[in-house]
């Protein structure tokens, strides 16, 4: 009863779907801080999944920039800021872009043969890709003090395991890597598991 759940609506998804895409990480991040820093003063935990975590990750920098550094990141199914498993993807003919989506699980059945939807949301999709492609880390960035978490679905085929140890030096507050099931949407797998483990940052000591 004392946590609110605060989502990220994207230009050009959901109910902002007239709304032009952006492509730009530090852009998205920007409007998010603007929009989180309008809130009553309370400590935040920013979670991101994919492309989201490096957008989490630079909002965290944003945030901290500005006095309000969050009590805890949180970094889901992406390797760390400035690395992409592959970043040509974005630029894939329709076809094979779309089947490697698919193939990741994370679009339902019913919707991954429905040519109209999938005319609707590729746009989107090649969008968020080719942010995380171009997303460069600002060079010479003062590592953050709160403590970050990395949520990695074992199997995951666009993030190698190994490669996740290295979020620890975006900050200095102490790094913790769990494994869960579900490859690349591991989120669908236990929520309520990970909604708990959430949470727990918020008794972390930081910096």
């Known amino acids: 009863p004392d946590v609110e759940l605060v989502a990220v609506q994207y230009p050009g998804r959901g109910d902002r779907f007239v709304e032009p895409l952006v492509d730009d990480v530090p852009a998205m991040a920007g409007h998010a801080a603007a929009e989180l820093l309008r809130l009553p003063d309370r400590d935040q935990i920013l979670f991101g999944h994919s492309l989201g975590a490096v957008v989490a990750y630079e909002t965290a920098l944003v945030l901290r920039d500005t006095g309000a550094e969050p009590r805890a990141l949180c970094a889901s199914a992406c390797l760390p800021p400035g690395r992409m498993k592959d970043p040509t993807i974005h630029l894939a003919p329709d076809d094979r872009f779309w089947e490697t989506l698919c193939g990741l699980g994370g679009i339902e059945p019913g919707i991954a043969g429905n040519v109209e939807l999938r005319e609707l949301l590729l746009p989107a999709l090649r969008s968020d890709l080719r942010a995380h492609a171009t997303y460069r880390p600002r060079p010479g960035a003062r590592p953050l ?30 790094f913790t890597l769990r494994v869960r099931p579900g490859g690349h949407f591991h989120l669908a797998s236990d929520a309520g598991g990970l909604i708990s483990d959430v949470l727990r940052q918020r008794s972390r000591p930081t910096g």
């Open 145 to 174: 003090s709160c403590p970050v978490t990395c949520y990695h679905g074992a199997g995951d085929p666009l993030v190698e395991e190994a490669g996740l140890a290295d979020w620890a030096a975006v900050t200095s507050g102490g």
